[in-house]
């Protein structure tokens, strides 16, 4: 079993930075494949980005590549995104969440993830 906290959402205006922390409790987290995952308003849940258990491997979704980046922090128990050049359009709710079996493969798809956070609110206002 793992827990997840999201932390560091906020209100930033367009074009600013924010960098979400998502702190896990339990033993095996080294292992696992952690993603983020946002929902806007009336709207589904859409992948951000992933990062393997040992950061070697990532993806992110094209429509952030080259503004959000994953990271992680095995010693901390932590995954970071930092969040640039936002837009109002990346105003949702961010959550993290956790694959237990460190999957490598299709790290955008959601069914992967048995693990999930509360979620951390996120609104750029232009």
């Known amino acids: 079993q793992v827990q997840l906290v999201e932390s560091g959402g906020g209100l930033v205006q367009a074009g600013g930075s924010l960098r979400l922390s998502c702190a896990a409790s339990?033993?095996?987290?080294?292992?696992?494949?952690i993603a983020w995952f946002r929902q806007a308003p009336g709207k589904g849940r859409e992948f951000v980005a992933a990062?393997?258990?040992?950061?070697?491997?990532?993806s992110d979704a094209d429509s952030m590549k080259g503004r959000f980046t994953i990271s992680r922090d095995n010693a901390k128990n932590t995954v970071y995104l930092q969040m640039n050049s936002l837009k109002p359009e990346d105003t949702a709710v961010y959550y993290c969440?956790?694959?237990?079996?460190?999957?490598?493969?299709?790290?955008?798809?959601?069914?992967?993830?048995?693990?999930w956070g509360q979620g951390t609110q996120v609104t750029v206002f232009s």
């Open positions: 969440a956790a694959d237990p079996w460190g999957s490598t493969q299709a790290m955008g798809v959601e069914s992967r993830y048995a693990y």
């Open positions: 990062i393997s258990w040992s950061g070697g491997r990532t």
């Open positions: 339990g033993r095996a987290f080294n292992s696992y494949t």
